[in-house]
């Protein structure tokens, strides 16, 4: 019985040493980032946007392997939902029904191979939509999957 533990212990022993094919140090475990923190940056935490008016979305992406797939959901938060990952409260307008309200899913391409990207997408507001609360909804994964999630309050005016 002794000698089946002193193999046992000895195969256990070479399996954890063998057994990974990965180096650790290739091994992507860290989210992506999305930097809305540079003066140029758009949109912003409550930033106010005109119905019929084009802007520009700018956001500065960073992963330490390589960056994946970019997407944009913007949406009315006129019954004063949440998902915002922004400390600052913009101040809420009355709750109310959608008549029109502007909704934006969108994809938007990231070149492979890319540690680092400056999104520079345009975005149209239509010019008769619903003005009020709404949310732009930031949602950047990289190429190993790891998600990073920026949820903003704007309004439409």
């Known amino acids: 019985m002794k000698h089946y ?20 140090a290739t091994v992507d475990t860290a989210y992506p980032t999305i930097d809305l923190s540079v003066g140029d940056a758009f949109p912003k935490q409550c930033s106010i946007l005109q119905r019929g008016e084009k802007y520009i979305f700018k956001a500065y992406l960073n992963d330490n392997v390589q960056l994946g797939a970019l997407s944009v ?16 409260n913009c101040g809420l307008d009355p709750v109310k ?8 899913i969108q994809s938007f391409p ?9 999104t520079n997408a345009e975005i149209t507001v239509p010019a008769d939509v619903d003005p009020g609360d709404y949310h732009f909804m930031i949602r950047l ?17």
């Open 5 to 24: 533990k002193t193999i046992f212990l000895a195969l256990s022993s070479a399996a954890l040493l063998f057994g990974c094919s990965k180096d650790e």
């Open 73 to 88: 959901d913007i949406h009315h938060n006129f019954d004063q939902h949440t998902h915002s990952t922004e400390v600052n």
């Open 141 to 157: 994964t990289d190429k190993e999957g790891w998600q990073t999630i920026k949820g903003l309050s704007i309004k439409i005016r």
């Open 110 to 118: 990231i070149p492979t191979g890319l540690k680092t990207y400056q």
């Open 97 to 104: 029904k959608p008549v029109k309200p502007f909704l934006l």
